[in-house]
């Protein structure tokens, strides 16, 4: 094939032609019939199949007639005469001849492809034919794939090279890190050692004190009787001399006294001064009572370590480095809100820390895992049976009848500790105090743990949970499931699938389980109730809701107190509906939320009918509860959000709105009647402000644009976005008296949120005509959502051959259905016919198909323009109806003229 422009043959001998000769009939007479002497297969693609079946130009009786035609592919660029076998023989003289008729026909040019001619003989010649030149195709087709392919690798060595370069950075920077965690780590060991020696030293000091007291008690010549305080007294003074009071002058108190007189003789600074490792010379379960004579301070067993003070019941503490999500937010929990958990005295929560395993017994059915027994402290663990998932129970003492009621749940709760994802499953009796909870720590990164909580999700969250005393003796099982909570299972494990942690999964599992999220927790909007009984009601909902609503706060929801997600939807779509009902103002995060939740179609709808509610609601007795300061703010909040939708307020609802505003807004003035005769008379200023008077912003914005003052144009057409569409057709063919300068309002008003607001500034940037509305047009081409696209891709025709280049950029990567790009270009067949016929061997193949589309298009085209500048009926054809009126109004302007197809150069 030849390296020239391969563009597209037109002329006679490339359209379909049929002639009709006269072949004798079965009476002996001549019958005329019709035989095609040219097949075009892109507009007749029926023939086709009949050129390469040899059926082509076959009599009804199966007679074949020995007629040459030409065989024409216009998007495959093949041109080729078709000779019969039985006119073989005549092959040059037949080409001779199309050569020659090719020639004549100088209307058209005639590309090399046609030039060619080449003969094959029959339907098996043509295929052939066909096959060879398919084959050659593809193989430059693979050599230019294996190409990009190289050129692909290519690019991805570099980005592989620039990725392991940022790896290193990151390793050598981690290096550092690590270093520097090395030297704190090493400086508290130095600290460690030293409170150590320290504690060493009050030791020796407490037993000088001891034989000092000894020898004192020896020498006294009348014994005090032994009581149930003196020890008391002795263990007060004891804890006093742990503290920093080592050396004390006052005489030791041998007279009867209540450890709570001799706790209260403490200092202050004594007390402040007392650590943890200290504090644990005392244990919590040596009651007073059970004291019959002062131990020893030798039976007090060596600290390995100084832990810190446990905190208090009350209190909720996470894990050092846990975070109930794994983002960077941080969320506040207010300790009001928390409930605190019922624990176990003296119960630590461990992972499998060797101890000796009890003996008992249990059906081999519910038989769990060595290291259940080995470790007393571990609450619960969860393993896969044989038929299903079984969770097995330690029950703490005072707690042996737990789990028994029906107001038991199983929750998932997710955690994150130094971003390793852990999973707890948390077995909750609610009751009417505090809750008590048993957890197992399940890790969704090993395979094992992962097996399980995938089976969890398959079975609806159903498992067997195994009870055992705090000894490890087997008590009983029962079944237990949460269905609800499947899809919070589903959305914990996809977060733990794109979570890489940075700690060992054992310590984050040890992490989470000693300071867990909490079961339950006051303050969230997320529980059944009743709707709203007045506005006050659903106010008050709606300001929970919204603070709950956003991405880390659901996550505290839905992941952390496992919210079952049904249940926040449900209560999502209840607040939502309630202040729709009432009329109070949504943030902008709750108005996306109800038209996802399908409380309103669109903002716009839900706008209106928030302010039509809040009409009635700020009209009733009492204000549906709310104050006076209350409906003003929200009369406030719901104008902002008329204005951010672009919605128009009628007359009714703007007066009620700011005369409550102006009730308690000392600097707003209550709303007046306008003449609307004078307005001739007032100010710009004051016409700009009318611009948001539902009853005079029409009348406002004529009396603007009929002033020749450029700056008003960008307030009125903001103006225009939010009126009603009689409105718009009456101010919007106005703005075009400004020409160039009316540009940058027109463009901006192509993202408009009302349908026909979009179409107004695209008819009237049609109207003027300049390079740079082109691009703002070719986006609304390919965004536009209704049907106004088809007027966009008219109004891009009439601009003529400047839009032919900024198409083509856009029909290389579409971002919209071909079919807009296929329309447009059939309206510039009308305005530039050879920029668009050069698309046809564009080498893009994108292009190349929509240009060669476009050939249908053109009568299609013609046809809506000449209904859109008022050739006829719109009937139901809203978009159409407005595009006449648009340019009948345009019509009946002043200064507003119709352009001729092209662009202006300005």
């Known amino acids: 094939m030849s390296d020239e422009v391969q563009f597209v043959y037109d002329g006679r ?460 003796r087997y008590e009983r099982t029962r079944e237990l499931a949460a269905p609800e909570r499947r899809t919070n299972l589903s959305m914990a494990l996809e977060r733990a699938a794109r979570t890489e942690g940075r700690v060992d999964r054992v310590t984050a599992m040890e992490r989470a389980l000693a300071a867990p999220p909490p079961v339950r927790l006051g303050g969230h909007p997320f529980h059944d109730a009743a709707p709203a009984e007045d506005a006050k009601e659903a106010a008050a909902a709606v300001g929970a809701l919204a603070k709950w609503s956003t991405p880390a706060k659901l996550d505290m929801a839905l992941l952390a107190l496992s919210l079952p997600r049904e249940l926040v939807d449900d209560c999502f779509r209840r607040i939502l509906e309630d202040a729709l009902r009432h009329g109070i103002a949504l943030p902008p995060n709750l108005v996306s939320r109800a038209v996802s939740l399908g409380v309103a179609a669109e903002p716009g709808e839900l706008v209106v009918r928030l302010i039509d509610a809040f009409r009635g609601t700020a009209r009733l007795e009492g204000r549906g509860g709310l104050r006076a300061e209350t409906v003003a703010r929200n009369w406030e909040k719901l104008l902002e959000l008329a204005n951010e939708h672009e919605v128009a307020l009628d007359q009714e609802a703007h007066d009620a709105a700011w005369r409550d505003i102006a009730a308690v807004r000392a600097d707003v003035a209550a709303p007046q009647e306008v003449d609307l005769e004078a307005l001739g008379e007032r100010t710009t200023e004051e016409l700009l402000a009318l611009l948001e008077h539902p009853g005079a912003r029409a009348a406002a914005a004529e009396e603007l644009l009929g002033r020749d003052d450029a700056e008003v144009l960008g307030p009125v057409f903001r103006a225009v976005r939010k009126m009603p569409r009689d409105e718009v057709l009456r101010v919007a063919p106005r703005v075009l008296r400004f020409g160039e300068a009316a540009a940058d309002a027109l463009i901006d008003g192509l993202g408009a949120k009302k349908t026909f607001v979009r179409q107004a500034a695209a008819l009237a940037l049609g109207e003027l005509k300049l390079r740079r509305s082109i691009a703002p047009l070719v986006h609304l081409l390919q965004t536009e959502p209704s049907d106004v696209w088809r007027e966009v891709a008219r109004v891009l025709g009439e601009l003529g051959g400047s839009s032919v280049r900024v198409l083509v950029r856009a029909m290389k990567d579409p971002k919209g259905p071909e079919e807009r790009f296929v329309q447009a270009l059939g309206h510039l067949r009308e305005t530039a016919e050879k920029k668009v016929v050069g698309l046809e061997d564009h080498a893009n193949a994108a292009v190349k198909r929509m240009a060669l589309a476009s050939v249908t298009q053109r009568q299609v085209a013609e046809e809506a323009r000449a209904r859109a500048r008022g050739d006829g009926e719109a009937g139901e054809d809203p978009v159409l109806a407005f595009s006449q009126a648009f340019y009948g109004a345009l019509g009946e302007g002043e200064g507003a003229t119709k352009g001729s197809a092209g662009v202006a150069e300005t």
């Open 13 to 472: 001998e490339g359209r379909t032609r049929a002639e009709r000769v006269h072949v004798a009939g079965a009476d002996g007479g001549l019958d005329a019939v019709a035989v095609h002497r040219v097949v075009n297969v892109v507009t007749d693609p029926r023939l086709k199949g009949a050129a390469l079946e040899g059926t082509l130009n076959r009599l009804p009786d199966g007679t074949l007639l020995a007629v040459p035609y030409a065989y024409h592919d216009p998007a495959e660029r093949r041109f080729v005469l078709v000779v019969p076998a039985s006119m073989a023989h005549r092959t040059l003289t037949e080409r001779a001849a199309l050569l020659r008729r090719l020639a004549e026909d100088t209307a058209h040019r005639v590309p090399p492809y046609v030039a060619e001619a080449p003969v094959v003989v029959g339907a098996e010649g043509l295929r052939a034919h066909l096959e060879a030149a398919a084959s050659a195709a593809s193989s430059g087709a693979a050599l230019g794939a294996r190409e990009e392919a190289i050129a692909s690798r290519e690019a991805e060595l570099v980005d592989r090279e620039a990725r392991l370069q940022r790896r290193a950075e990151s390793v050598t920077a981690k290096e550092d890190d690590l270093r520097l965690e090395l030297e704190r780590i090493d400086a508290l060991r130095r600290e460690l050692e030293l409170r150590e020696q320290q504690m060493q030293d009050r030791f020796a000091a407490l037993r000088e004190r001891e034989a000092a007291l000894a020898e004192a008690d020896a020498s006294d010549e009348e014994p005090l009787p032994a009581t149930a305080t003196e020890p008391a007294a002795e263990l007060a003074s004891s804890v006093r001399l742990v503290g920093e009071a080592g050396e004390l002058s006052e005489p030791f108190d041998e007279g009867p006294s209540s450890l709570e007189a001799a706790v209260q003789a403490l200092d202050d600074e004594d007390i402040e001064e007392l650590d943890a490792g200290e504090a644990q010379l005392v244990s919590e379960d040596d009651g007073v009572e059970a004291l019959d004579e002062v131990e020893a301070l030798d039976a007090v067993e060596a600290l390995d370590e100084v832990e810190e003070i446990a905190p208090g019941a009350d209190d909720v503490v996470l894990a050092e480095g846990a975070s109930l999500i794994e983002s960077g937010e941080v969320e506040t929990l207010d300790e009001a809100d928390l409930v605190p958990e019922e624990t176990d005295s003296g119960e630590r929560t461990a992972i499998h820390r060797g101890e000796e395993a009890p003996i008992s017994s249990f059906p081999a059915a519910v038989t769990p895992p060595e290291s259940f027994f080995e470790d007393r402290q571990v609450q619960a663990l969860a393993r896969m049976g044989s038929d299903g998932p079984w969770l097995f129970v330690r029950l703490g003492e005072g707690h042996e009848d737990a789990f028994r009621g029906d107001d038991v749940e199983l929750l998932v709760q997710y955690v994150a500790v130094d971003e390793y994802p852990v999973l707890l499953l948390s077995i909750v009796e609610r009751g009417e105090g505090r809750p008590y909870v048993r957890r197992a720590a399940l890790d969704p990164k090993d395979a094992e743990d992962r097996a399980l909580l995938e089976a969890l999700h398959e079975n609806a969250l159903s498992l067997t949970a195994a009870f055992f005393s705090p000894a490890g």
